[in-house]
């Protein structure tokens, strides 16, 4: 299963847009300013973009908006974001005892 920024960073690719042209094409789709950096903070996580962006971004890529969404068990879809496993949401030993010493 491939994650929102990387469906997005792939999407954009594969058309040959760079951040600039696809911020530009976007923009005018959006009807706001849209930056080459928003972009690159979607395709590596750091930000998730809004509604009103998804369905630009589908429109621009020429994909339907269920690319960027995932189901669950029970049927629900939800973005396709990246989390964090529970493994990797523990908090070291290390930091714990440090912050029981505080």
């Known amino acids: 299963m491939e994650f929102l920024p990387d469906v997005l960073k792939g999407l954009r690719k594969s058309r040959g847009y760079s951040l600039g042209m696809a911020a530009r094409l976007l923009e005018a789709r959006v009807g706001y300013r849209v930056s080459r950096s928003a972009i690159c903070h979607w395709e590596n996580g750091s930000f998730l973009p809004s509604l009103a962006s998804l369905m630009a971004l589908a429109e621009l890529y020429e994909v339907d908006m269920n690319k960027f969404f995932v189901k669950d068990e029970n049927g629900l879809s939800s973005l396709n974001t990246l989390c964090l496993s529970a493994e990797d949401q523990k908090i070291p030993e290390d930091h ?5 010493q505080n």
Do not use: H
């Open 96 to 100: 714990e005892s440090a912050q029981a």
